[in-house]
């Protein structure tokens, strides 16, 4: 019986030898870990001529390595080809130091758009450029004439006013039932103060605090008491509560905001402060995860958006969602459109310098909530007494401080 021969299994030749190239140049200019940097430096050109790619490089570094070659002096021999991107931080830095205008204006345009894809995009760059620049002492006056665009900006501010319009026409922002009005108010009415906090907590507070995720660990809610003979110019009559620490700053105000109003889907604005207090502790604890910040201070919203991710909505959804909610609490039984948009922009604390009778006043329809305005007020009321509500609220959900400016409007748009 013939016996079946084991066959010798042969390695395949290598189809490098980059070791044996490093060996020879080594050999060549007698260079070893005890060479000087600028002696490495003086045939990095040679040694880099024969490596085709970041592979080739590669494996020259794993070799150097293991001649016990620093890591300074690998990246001396072989240095890093990869194109390296100039971050906005770093141009604003240096047209700082140069002082010149022009290069303020060049970098402005190499951030703006390559493309009409890149408009949205470059408009947020070039806002962010204009942010780094005041941090680095740069004039506001050369700040607005070099760094900005307004071509860009006109473009962009009409893209995403079209996004909107279609977003409200595909229903594509529809409230989920999970977070309506009746559900939302349950939910916070029977939250308890003396367990930690729970994701859907920071959800709900979101929500009813009409919070950009990045506003939870700085907004403030704070009681304002007002001499009415002499009151600031911030201050609007019939509101005796108010919010500071949120974002969207600009100009003077950027480091030191003056309060807004503070108006919410609910009443208590006491009740509102506490349950805002209590998720901060929270965060601040390390008990719940901070929504927009990791631990070590980067970036990171992925646990909030996974949470939220069943519902179909982001996190800046909620803001919006909080916004519609508080106009239905405060509207009144025969709201116009123009109150209910004021309404909603107290609520999101924008800043009120004219009022757009063409605005909607919420994104979404209030058809597909599962419940009335009425029966929702009925199922959350106030705890608070009738005159605490009067000096954190609007007086009564029919009296409205611009009232005048409503009916102004509204006998304009009867004349159309």
Known sequence: MATAKTALKTRKPKTNNYAGILDQFLKKYNLSANSTLEQLSEHASELGAPLPDWMARKCVKVALAKRKFSEEQIGVLVPDKRKKKLTIEKRALYCAKTGDEWDIYIHALDLGPKSNDEIVASCSRLSLFRNKLAKAGIAQEPIGIYAKLPGVTTASNKIQKERTEQDVANNQLKIPPHFSLEKGLKRIQNIDTTKDPLLQDLADVIVMLCMRPAEVSSLQIDHYEVDPSNPSAWYKNGYSWYCTGYAKNKGENKDNPEPRPFLSME????????????????????????????????????????????????????????????????????????????????????????????????????????????????????????????????????????ESQIAEIDSMLASF
Do not use: M
């Open 267 to 402: 009443k208590n604005p006491e009740r509102a402060r506490a349950l805002l207090i209590w998720i901060q502790e929270a965060i601040k604890a390390g008990k719940l995860s901070d929504p927009t910040f990791s631990k070590n201070g980067k970036r990171n919203t992925r646990a909030f958006s996974k949470f939220l991710k069943p519902y179909k909505i982001t996190p800046k959804i909620l803001r919006k969602i909080g916004g519609k909610h508080a106009c239905r609490v405060h509207g009144g039984p025969n709201p116009t459109h123009q109150h209910l948009d004021l309404l909603n922009r107290i609520a999101l604390r924008h800043k009120i310098v004219r009022l757009d009778a063409g605005k909607n006043y919420a994104i979404g329809d209030t058809e597909s909530e599962d419940s009335d305005l009425e029966s929702e007020s009925d199922q959350a009321p106030s705890p608070i007494s009738g005159s605490q509500a009067s000096s954190s609220q609007p007086k009564n959900n029919n009296s409205n401080p611009f």
